[in-house]
T-cell receptor, first 110, second 115 residues
Framework: DAGITQSPRHKVTETGTPVTLRCHQTENHRYMYWYRQDPGHGLRLIHY???????DKGEVSDGYSVSRSKTEDFLLTLESATSSQTSVYFC?????????FGPGTRLTVT | AQKVTQAQTEISVVEKEDVTLDCVYETRDTTYYLFWYKQPPSGELVFLIR??????QNEISGRYSWNFQKSTSSFNFTITASLVVDSAVYFCALSEPHRDDKIIFGKGTRLHILP
């Protein structure tokens, strides 16, 4: 157990509304990541962070922003949710070159 | 560029059979890490193994074994005497340390173990 929690675990929202997903870790890991998982695509990296206030884009970053004001929290924001952002979102941390994942958040945009 | 290919989208075998999941990767770096993850029907992602590029020794853990061959850029995963509980989606992945350890995943292989 890498001490990673995600909230909320499930969310339904309407197109055009802002949504923020939270990833919280308890073990002071420097690197944190946000992925989305969609059928036929596996897991794709959205954004990642290599320290407080240090973030960078992944391969599918359009429509998403992130923030990391504290080591333990990494927030993913959809400024204006679209139906194409319906997905399962996973947060991950890196520990000794091994990546461990949170339980996931299922987001549905109607 | 980094790339991970899992050509087998879905596999079905009968319980107690052996099954091998294929993984082929592409990288320009000489230092990299390879991974396998399991995603059971409950949805969580479970870390199975990490292998670094300088260690080509095969690894065995119980009924699981991994064959790493740099000559063919492959990192295949074999389950011996499969069980119904092995049914899951299995992901192969690659990371390069100098790229902030970003992990690139294959699209996964869905494994069905039939009773």
């Amino acid at each position: 157990d890498a001490g990673i929690t995600q909230s909320p675990r499930h969310k339904v929202t309407e197109t055009g509304t802002p949504v923020t997903l939270r990833c919280h870790q308890t073990e002071n890991h420097r690197y944190m990541y946000w992925y989305r998982q969609d059928p036929g695509h596996g897991l794709r990296l959205i954004h990642y962070s290599y320290g407080v206030k240090d973030t960078d884009k992944g391969e599918v970053s359009d429509g998403y922003s992130v923030s990391r004001s504290k080591t333990e929290d990494f927030l993913l924001t959809l400024e204006s949710a679209t139906s194409s952002q319906t997905s399962v979102y996973f947060c991950a941390i890196m520990n000794s070159y091994e990546q461990y994942f949170g339980p996931g958040t299922r987001l549905t945009v109607t | 560029a980094q790339k991970v290919t899992q050509a087998q989208t879905e596999i079905s075998v009968v319980e107690k059979e052996d099954v091998t999941l294929d993984c082929v990767y592409e990288t320009r770096d000489t230092t990299y890490y390879l991974f396998w993850y399991k995603q059971p029907p409950s949805g969580e992602l479970v870390f199975l193994i990490r292998r670094n590029s300088f260690d080509e020794q095969n690894e065995i853990s119980g009924r699981y074994s991994w064959n790493f061959q740099k000559s063919t850029s492959s990192f295949n995963f074999t389950i011996t005497a499969s069980l119904v509980v092995d049914s899951a989606v299995y992901f192969c992945a690659l990371s390069e340390p100098h790229r902030d350890d970003k992990i690139i995943f294959g699209k996964g292989t869905r494994l069905h173990i039939l009773p």
